[in-house]
Nanobody, 125 residues
Framework: QVPLVESGGGLVQTGASLRLSCAAS????????MGWFRQAPGKEREFVAR???????????DYGESVKGRFTISRDNADNTVYLQMNSLKPEDTAVYYC???????????????WGQGTQVTVSS
């Protein structure tokens, strides 16, 4: 059973917004750092955003340079869901977006123990 399930992807035009959701399935990820990564065809998986919360208070948030100022990570502990709000989307944001959970919670994919199956985001020019 995949422990994380992403949703909210789709096809949008340049400048539009999307909000991705990442829901925990079958377990809680309280205390874990949560991250978002993306992977475009022929490219390596790229760090997008990460955050860690303690007692529902955000301890830190961090963003990749290409999305800083446009994307925001947030968490709803009530329903164990993490969100990625994406504004001012560009064609270069087109990729499969993955959420992940891990204790280490760094910028690299190896910092995460659990992954979702991904959701496609396509931004047309």
């Amino acid at each position: 059973q995949v422990p994380l399930v992403e949703s909210g992807g789709g096809l949008v035009q340049t400048g539009a917004s999307l909000r991705l959701s990442c829901a925990a399935s079958g377990r809680t990820f309280s205390g874990y750092a949560m991250g978002w990564f993306r992977q475009a065809p022929g490219k390596e998986r790229e760090f997008v955003a990460r955050g860690r919360w303690s007692d529902m208070i955000l301890e830190y948030e961090d963003y990749g340079e290409s999305v800083k100022g446009r994307f925001t990570i947030s968490r709803d502990n009530a329903d164990n869901t993490v969100y990625l709000q994406m504004n001012s989307l560009k064609p270069e944001d087109t990729a499969v977006y993955y959420c992940a959970a891990g204790f280490a919670g760094g910028r690299g994919p190896l910092s995460y123990n659990y992954w979702g199956q991904g959701t496609q985001v396509t931004v047309s020019s």
